[in-house]
T-cell receptor, first 113, second 114 residues
Framework: NAGVTQTPKFQVLKTGQSMTLQCAQD?????MSWYRQDPGMGLRLIHY???????DQGEVPNGYNVSRSTTEDFPLRLLSAAPSQTSVYFC????????????FGEGSWLTVV | ELKVEQNPLFLSMQEGKNYTIYCNYS?????LYWYRQDPGKSLESLFV?????AVKQEGRLMASLDTKARLSTLHITAAVHDLSATYFC??????????????FGKGTTLSVSS
């Protein structure tokens, strides 16, 4: 049982490049979410999903795209990276309707130069 | 729009002292979460508070929830150096879909010294 797995752990991008942060969970959780963490800002919700084929925007969705084609995977796409997207990104998952525990991944450190 | 405010944002404590971190939120929510984060690490779940008047304790930490006041507290008793970390509270923003869309406070960075 690997829990929530994020890849890559570290990435440096040039401004304007695109990339995908991967998030996978093996717990059959319906709920998955992406957050970004910046110094002094806490964690902010980017996008979330309550099941395969269903996604919605969070607090700071601009510049990011998501899709949820399977229960296990919830990739986060940066369409055209900007220095303002330099951040630590966390993926989280939870079983719907039962249990209270939210599982967080280890984080992905992204630098845009 | 749900807003979550924590205070203080920085807290320097002496070992053995007691202190309280406050978490206020602006609209009704199903539940409230407390997390701990060490530098460079992910979030560690401390407490999930589900109802008005809920109180949970683990070691030197005790959390409570007052839904009428929209206030949660995290009380630290007899602080020790190992409690040095950043503590976050978070609130569900989606009624009926608990845990999918959390709004976080900015965090309280706690430093405990001897």
């Amino acid at each position: 049982n690997a829990g929530v797995t994020q890849t890559p752990k570290f990435q440096v991008l040039k401004t304007g490049q695109s990339m995908t942060l991967q998030c996978a969970q093996d717990m059959n959780h319906e709920y998955m979410s992406w957050y970004r963490q910046d110094p002094g800002m806490g964690l902010r919700l980017i996008h979330y999903s309550v099941g395969a084929g269903i996604t919605d925007q969070g607090e700071v969705p601009n510049g990011y795209n998501v899709s949820r084609s399977t229960t296990e995977d919830f990739p986060l796409r940066l369409l055209s990276a900007a220095p303002s997207q330099t951040s630590v990104y966390f993926c989280a998952s939870k079983r719907s309707f039962s249990g209270n525990t939210i599982y967080f991944g280890e984080g992905s450190w992204l630098t845009v130069v | 729009e749900l807003k979550v405010e924590q205070n203080p944002l920085f807290l320097s404590m002496q070992e053995g002292k007691n202190y309280t971190i406050y978490c206020n939120y602006s609209t009704t929510s199903d539940r409230l979460y407390w997390y701990r984060q060490d530098p460079g690490k992910s979030l560690e779940s401390l407490f999930v508070l589900l109802s008005n008047g809920a109180v949970k304790q683990e070691g030197r930490l005790m959390a409570s929830l007052d839904t009428k006041a929209r206030l949660s507290t995290l009380h630290i008793t007899a602080a020790v150096h190992d409690l040095s970390a950043t503590y976050f509270c978070a609130v569900d923003s989606r009624a009926g879909q608990a845990g999918t869309a959390l709004i976080f406070g900015k965090g309280t960075t706690l430093s405990v010294s001897s």
